[in-house]
């Protein structure tokens, strides 16, 4: 099925980025972006061993969750504030938290259902209104409040770049992720930044070269989404 074969060309050139980098490949974890996928889909990609799937969509991935109890679903789009509570009861992971009234509606329902969450801080890196996440000089600030959260449990920031074919406007905005972690280890050494969730289908390798520990590959995995 095109999918394995998908798959293990992905992380082949994951290794090789890595390599290049001089980095170790086994510090990068590939991340399946499964949205619009089908269960069936899914499947194969559990079935070759990657258990952490990602979904842009709550209500999708409530759903996939109930169907496939071996996958663990991490939340990396964008959450409404009152949509907390999908995210504690489903999400094994959420890589997109950009506001602190989310925090701390996440923080509540974590702390009731006895439970801790990883969270990345999603930062707009491109200066483009319409993406979420936090704009980079508001990061030290934004981080200090998360201090006060326990369940929600920071591992790092993630981003998504420009998308766009000038190779270097690509380039700035994960230039900016790893700068932008720089500070916070500097100025918020409380919490653990050393997760960067940065670089999708077209430009993983890129964001390997600049430090990336996770990327989330959707369309080189299964195939352009359905229109
Ligand atoms: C869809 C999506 C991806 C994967 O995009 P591809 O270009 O299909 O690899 C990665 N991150 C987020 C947040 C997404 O919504």
Redesign the pocket.
Known sequence: MAVAENLAAVQARIGEAARAAGRDPDEIKLMP?T?YRSVEEIQVVLDAGYRMV?E?RLQELAEKCERLPDARFAM??NVQRNKAKLVAEHAAELH?LDSIDLAANLERRLLSAGRRLPVLVQVNTSDEPQKSGIVPSEAVRFARHLCEFSAVNVQGLMT?AMHSEDREAVERCFVRLRETQAVLRDEVPELSWDQLSMG???DFELAIAHGATIV?????IFGP?PA
């Open positions: 972006v949205k990602g842009n990396i789009g997109s998504m999708m289908s077209g989330r590959v959707g369309t080189a989404r």
